[in-house]
Nanobody, 124 residues
Framework: VQLQASGGGLVQPGGSLRLSCTAS????????MGWFRQAPGKEREFVAA???????YYAESVKGRFTISRDNAKNTVYLQMNSLKSEDTAVYYC???????????????????WGQGTQVTVSS
């Protein structure tokens, strides 16, 4: 599986961005898809995930502001980010796994496949 993330950029505080991650492969619909981020000098952290059945999970820091969704016909997962804050600045990575157990949903080490990352900078 190859993942291609896009949609990052520079946005002012309070603004919005939508990230996309397109996957290769014919079994995308059965994969758990996740978004993680890594700021300079910090560890990679969980942002959001969506399982094959549509169940979604969010980090507390983004709940109510970010929305993850998937379009299985397009092999694409999205991260709609609203009300962006300076602390959201990071490189955002999409990840995928075909067999992720529920307890590993927020664990980056549980995902087998990773995209290249896209930079999100929130600054005035």
């Amino acid at each position: 599986v190859q993942l291609q993330a896009s949609g990052g950029g520079l946005v002012q505080p309070g603004g919005s961005l939508r990230l996309s991650c397109t996957a290769s492969g014919r079994t995308f619909s059965s994969y758990v898809m996740g978004w993680f981020r890594q700021a300079p000098g910090k560890e990679r952290e969980f942002v959001a995930a969506i399982r094959w059945n549509g169940y979604t999970y969010y980090a507390e820091s983004v709940k109510g502001r970010f929305t993850i969704s998937r379009d299985n016909a397009k092999n694409t997962v999205y991260l709609q980010m609203n009300s962006l804050k300076s602390e959201d600045t990071a490189v955002y990575y999409c990840a995928a796994d075909p067999n992720l157990i529920l307890s590993q949903t927020k664990d980056p080490y549980g995902y087998d496949y990773w995209g290249q990352g896209t930079q999100v900078t929130v600054s005035s």
